[in-house]
């Protein structure tokens, strides 16, 4: 078992900056690949961004890129999503996930979650 806890969300202004953190506790969290995604009221689930377990590997959706960064650091157990230049659209609960599967871009490709941490961009 993996246990992820995420942090670091709150309210921010449009083009604000925020860092989220994603603990995790558990099996080895080093060997599985990390991601993020986003969950907007009435929407599905969407993949936001990927790290590999090297972190040599890194996926990004278009919406983010140049925008958001992923890192990890397996010493600590802990991955990270840089978030700048924010938009209201961005708006959402964000939530960490832990795969096996490198390059793992659907929710369903993740075996563990964290219960997840609010994004809320205003105008």
């Known amino acids: 078992q993996v246990q992820l806890v995420e942090s670091g969300g709150g309210l921010v202004q449009a083009g604000g900056s925020l860092r989220l953190s994603c603990a995790a506790s558990?099996?080895?969290?080093?060997?599985?690949?990390a991601g993020w995604f986003r969950q907007a009221p009435g929407k599905d689930r969407e993949f936001v961004a990927a790290?590999?377990?090297?972190?040599?590997?890194?996926y990004n959706t278009d919406s983010v890129k140049g925008r958001f960064t992923i890192s990890r650091d397996n010493a600590k157990n802990t991955v990270y999503l840089q978030m700048n230049s924010l938009k209201p659209e961005d708006t959402a609960v964000y939530y960490c996930?832990?795969?096996?599967?490198?390059?793992?871009?659907?929710?369903?490709?993740?075996?563990?979650w964290g219960q997840g941490t609010q994004v809320t961009v205003s105008s």
């Open positions: 996930g832990a795969s096996v599967r490198l390059g793992a871009v659907e929710a369903p490709e993740y075996q563990y």
């Open positions: 558990g099996r080895t969290f080093s060997s599985y690949a």
């Open positions: 790290i590999s377990w090297s972190s040599a590997r890194v």
